[in-house]
């Protein structure tokens, strides 16, 4: 009998890779998604589309559901239907800059959604066969109170998404502890791949990158480049998240690489890997990034991205997910994500230049 598992947020770059890898690993495989008036399913669609078409019959790899992290009553339809064994929750409203915007709503999806998922288990009586998978996030460490961080550091989050995130890290604790369940966090640091949403910093910057090498963009405006974070890549920080649900016990892990890079840092990179070298001249908003065969600017500093509360640094310290889990996390070296997602970027620009 193939396990079950439904995953929330199944449309966001994490949900797509941990779809295609439980698909793989043999499982009927769920996901919930929201009622929209134009198709949000671009990450997933030759999982659940493609083989529907070319046969009407067939079972789809992936199942959808509607239902939304606002909505109990959507949720407790959905997991009563198919009784998961896993649930991995990963929707959430999850731009840091935005939630200072949206921060009524981003504590109904990532605060309560976590809470009313947990309360659809447990009135559905799956406490003791669904296990729980709670995406947690460095953002929870925001004013870093030890380097690196890891699962005994203190918390001390510097954004609305940051605090919402920090209920759903201990209402989840809570219910293991008050009702015996299986849920765990994965405290994720900053993970990126080429299925980013582009107005994340790492996406922006290899878009751009890609977008002024074929002469289609003039400048990339950038927040604070002093910014330090802990990047991994997205597709082997999914394996992790399943490896937690299949341990012997109930804990919560950091996921990191234990490496950290500057914003600046990262567009070097990403511009390097376009044929461009950059030099940078002046200081704080006044920096810019000159290309040095050119002596154009190419990057500039526009106040407007920097955050009310700023996170300057985030370096995550993976020693327990390694020991206890066998987990990796040097397979993918940061200049091998850079990559990645650069050469995605510029092979996208080229095809839509082609069309």
């Known amino acids: 009998m193939n396990k079950v598992a439904l995953i929330t947020g199944v449309t966001g770059q ?4 941990l779809a295609e890898f439980l698909i793989e690993k043999g499982y009927e495989v769920h996901g919930i998604i929201r009622r929209s008036s134009s198709f949000n399913t671009e990450r997933i669609e030759h999982l659940y589309f493609e083989e529907w078409v070319r046969d009407m019959k067939r079972s789809r790899a992936l199942n959808l559901h509607y239902g939304d992290m606002t909505d109990s009553s959507s949720l407790i339809r959905i997991i009563q239907q198919i009784q998961p064994d896993e649930i991995y929750n990963l929707a959430a409203q999850s731009h840091v800059k935005v939630s200072f915007d949206v921060p009524e709503y981003t504590a109904e999806t990532d605060a309560t959604g976590t809470l009313r ?3 659809a288990v447990r009135i559905l009586g799956l406490e003791k066969k669904t296990k729980i998978y709670q995406a947690s996030t ?3 460490y925001g004013l870093v109170q030890e380097i690196p961080q890891r699962e005994t550091t203190p918390f001390y989050p510097r ?15 809570n219910y293991r502890e008050s009702y015996g369940m299986f849920a765990v966090n994965g ?4 993970h990126e791949s080429e299925r980013r949403g582009e107005t994340f910093v790492t996406r922006k910057i290899t878009l751009a990158a890609a977008r002024i090498a074929a002469g289609e963009q003039d400048k990339l405006y950038l927040g604070n480049l002093d910014a ?5 890549y997205a597709r082997d920080y999914v394996e992790c998240m399943w490896l937690m649900l299949q341990h012997d016990t109930p804990e919560d892990f950091v996921i990191a690489t234990g490496e950290q890079h500057s914003v600046r840092e990262f567009t070097e990179c990403a511009f390097r890997e376009v044929g461009i070298n950059l030099r940078w001249e002046g200081e704080g908003i006044n920096e810019r990034g000159i290309d040095t065969a050119t002596g154009r600017v190419l990057v500039e ?6 955050r009310p509360a700023e996170v300057e640094t985030l370096l995550g310290d993976p020693a327990k997910a ?10 993918t070296s940061f200049e091998e994500l850079v990559r990645i997602m650069v050469r995605h970027d510029v092979a996208y620009i080229q095809s839509h230049k082609l069309a």
């Open 322 to 331: 390694k020991k206890l889990l066998g987990w990796n996390p040097s397979k």
């Open 301 to 306: 500093v526009d106040p407007k991205y920097f």
């Open 159 to 173: 954004s609305p998404y940051g605090v919402a995130k920090l209920y759903g890290f201990w209402i989840t604790k």
């Open 117 to 119: 998922l947990l309360e």
């Open 138 to 140: 460095s953002e929870l």
């Open 187 to 190: 405290i994720l640091f900053n």
């Open 14 to 17: 994490d949900g797509s890779f």
């Open 228 to 232: 330090l974070r802990d990047w991994g």
